[in-house]
């Protein structure tokens, strides 16, 4: 069962590695190690876990403990894993905007490569962080938010057949 909670140790530092050395454009695959060993671990120590607990339990009851045990480890889970969800969501939601400000610079400059009109920029960043915002606060996500459906951005006309670069001459 020590083995088990050292595995696992490695395997919680191999996860938190990716985290503390890089920033948001971690990979997933520089967590399947480290979740790789930690789940290998998690075997290692409740196998024994759930013989240890039943190893006293009187053998007519056993079947009635057995189902107790398991039970209570699916309710522990699903616990677990809505407690997560909320923490997840909860910080996704507050930090919105500070995510979107982050990234604004290379969205302009993508516009502008793009050749976007400066004032269509504006547009399209103030809409997009909008939404952004807005997507991410809200409760029910089958809904899409009214200023994501409605963002305009001013057109300029293009020549047909000819090249972006020409039309401005």
């Known amino acids: 069962m020590s083995l088990g909670v ?5 395997g919680l530092g191999l996860v938190a590695w990716p985290l503390l050395t890089t ?3 971690s990979a997933p695959w520089q967590f399947t190690v480290g979740l790789f060993t930690v789940g290998t671990g998690i ?13 006293g ?14 039970a209570i480890q699916q309710v522990g889970g699903a616990i677990g894993i ?10 996704l939601s507050s930090h919105a905007r500070a995510s979107f400000t982050a990234v604004e ?7 502008a490569a793009a050749h976007v009109l400066a004032q269509a920029q504006a547009t399209i960043i103030d809409g997009a962080r909008a939404c952004f915002v ?3 606060n809200q409760k029910d996500f089958s809904e899409t938010p009214a200023n994501c459906k409605k963002t305009r951005i001013p ?14 001459k």
């Open 134 to 136: 807005n997507r991410n």
């Open 6 to 10: 050292i595995i696992m140790a490695v």
């Open 23 to 25: 920033d948001v454009t």
């Open 57 to 70: 339990v009187d053998p007519r009851h056993a079947g009635s403990a057995s189902g107790t045990l398991s």
């Open 43 to 55: 075997g290692l120590i409740m196998g024994p876990t759930f013989s240890v607990t039943l190893n």
């Open 105 to 111: 610079p290379t969205i302009k400059t993508r516009l």
């Open 155 to 168: 057109a300029r006309p293009i020549r047909s057949g000819g090249n972006c670069d020409n039309d401005h």
């Open 82 to 91: 809505a407690a997560i969800g909320v923490l997840f969501f909860g910080q």
